[in-house]
């Protein structure tokens, strides 16, 4: 017989084991108090949308929507793509169900996979997961703190410190167009020492050369126009207000002229967060990024509201919690171990098992294991307060032994009166 090809998790992906799960529920939880101490309303959209959503919101020229993107047809024609993140989903649910009628600015906030066709690599997953903060309604400046706050606070909760922001502002449509062209310009006296990706980068989407890895562009970077020098007084203005809200919220922040971001609904601020790396030359790891897209709704045909947002990814958070050793909540022991011998004593501890549930006594049980000895070898490993013993002889007399796990002083109660006895117990040890 040839043997079988064992399946493997596709590359990119991996499982979330029962080892791990105490990182994603910390992760759920602290997203979940975040979002309720700033007013965010959940909101879950689908993991497929239309490839159009992305293309429009995102941007054609964009790597994400080119290059990444996990794009298909379906069975009935439809040219769908999973998410490769949440910004342009949300928006278009905004618009779809007329959420601008709820009060504005209207708070939004989601958490859940996206799915991009990268290299994989270190803190690099083809399936990823986000947690997404929306605001709709407003320009004010204001808003763009409190996010950024918000950012902060979610991190603070999860035990991470150390957070590096960066920002920028890359302007509006009118100042950034005369930016562009001075970049342009610029890049075009020095074609000669550009690397090719740039050269076409200038075609496509000039901006993007800023954040190019290529050590040959580097020196050109640092010596390129910058965008603050080219802002509009509106949104000079507004970078400025800003950064005195934050100022005032005592968020230091690195001023980053080179940030454009890969996502083209962008205006006015930008930001990202990164946490340092242990090592020598290791570059600060980005943990999340957002900023300003006041035109997206627009863009994707509702009305004109203004909104800010932000994701952080939740693979690099559990990374950096699991190498500063961050705190996660232990599973609790349970108050009771049941063990069992012979087939009517199962029987009959199927039984109790859920009326101890009922009566909100925490119990575990290994029902398929029959030695008693092993069973309380695994009641003493969950540190459980007491063993209920069901034995061949208490099972046909309707009795139980009750055991004290410390002690080890053992009394045979009737089954009637298990439970009453056993709340006692457990109020008393306590
Ligand atoms: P982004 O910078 O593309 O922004 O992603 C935010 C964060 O998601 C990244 O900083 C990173 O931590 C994580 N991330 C992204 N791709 C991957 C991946 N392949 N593997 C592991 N982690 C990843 C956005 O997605 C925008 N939608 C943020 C936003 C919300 N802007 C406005 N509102």
């Known amino acids: 017989m040839s043997k079988k090809k064992i399946i493997q998790v596709p590359k990119g992906t991996y499982d979330i084991l029962p080892q791990d799960q105490a990182y994603w529920d910390k992760i759920r939880k602290s997203a979940q108090d975040t ?59 905004f618009i779809e169900h007329g959420l601008f009628s709820i009060a504005q600015p209207l708070k939004l906030w989601s958490v ?23 605001v709709f309604g407003s320009t004010d400046a204001v808003l763009d703190a409190q996010i950024i706050q918000v950012a902060f606070w979610f991190l603070k909760k999860i035990g991470l410190k150390d957070i590096i922001l960066h920002i920028n502002s890359i302007g509006c449509k009118d100042c950034r167009g005369l930016y562009r ?29 800023l954040d190019c890895k290529n050590e040959k562009c580097q020196e050109i970077i640092a010596q390129a126009p910058v965008m603050v020098d080219y802002l509009c007084d509106d949104c000079k203005e507004h970078f400025k207000e800003t950064l005195d809200y934050l100022d005032e919220l005592e968020i230091s922040y690195y001023l980053d002229s ?36 006041d035109g997206l709704i627009k863009l994707l045909g509702g009305k004109e509201t203004p909104a800010v947002g932000l994701a952080l990814g939740v693979e690099r958070i559990i990374g950096e919690m699991k190498k500063r050793g961050a705190k996660v909540p232990e599973k609790a022991a349970p108050e009771v171990f049941l063990l069992q011998l ?48 069901f034995g061949q002889q208490e099972a046909l007399d309707d009795t139980i032994i009750i055991r004290e796990m410390d002690s080890g002083v053992q009394e045979i109660v009737p089954l009637s009166r298990a439970v009453k006895k056993l709340k006692k117990k457990l109020v008393r040890g306590k």
């Open 112 to 134: 859940g996979p996206i799915f991009r066709y990268e290299q994989p690599q270190a803190g690099r997953y083809r399936q990823s997961h986000q947690v997404d903060f929306e």
């Open 181 to 209: 062209k001075a970049l342009v310009d610029y890049y075009r006296r020095n074609a000669k020492k550009i690397c090719a990706d740039c050269k076409v980068r200038l075609k496509k989407n000039p901006l993007r050369v």
């Open 258 to 293: 080179h940030l454009v971001r890969g996502l083209d609904y962008y205006n006015r601020n930008v930001f990202e967060f990164f946490i340092s790396q242990e090592g020598e030359g290791k570059k600060p790891l980005a943990l999340g990024g957002g900023g300003r897209y």
């Open 342 to 389: 012979g087939v009517l004593a199962k029987r009959k501890g199927l039984k109790l098992y859920e009326e101890l549930l009922r009566n909100k006594i925490s119990v575990a049980e290994s029902f398929s294991r029959d030695s008693i000895k092993a069973q309380l070898k695994l009641a003493d490993k969950m540190q459980a307060k007491i063993a209920l013993i």
């Open 35 to 93: 979002a309720a101490d700033f007013g965010f309303l959940r909101i879950d959209t689908p993991m497929i949308e239309e490839q159009e959503l992305f293309a429009r919101g995102i941007g054609l020229g964009t790597d994400i929507v080119e290059k990444e993107m996990y794009s298909f047809t379906t069975r009935g024609k439809d040219k769908l793509a999973l998410r490769p993140e949440f910004t342009a989903g949300i928006a278009r649910a």
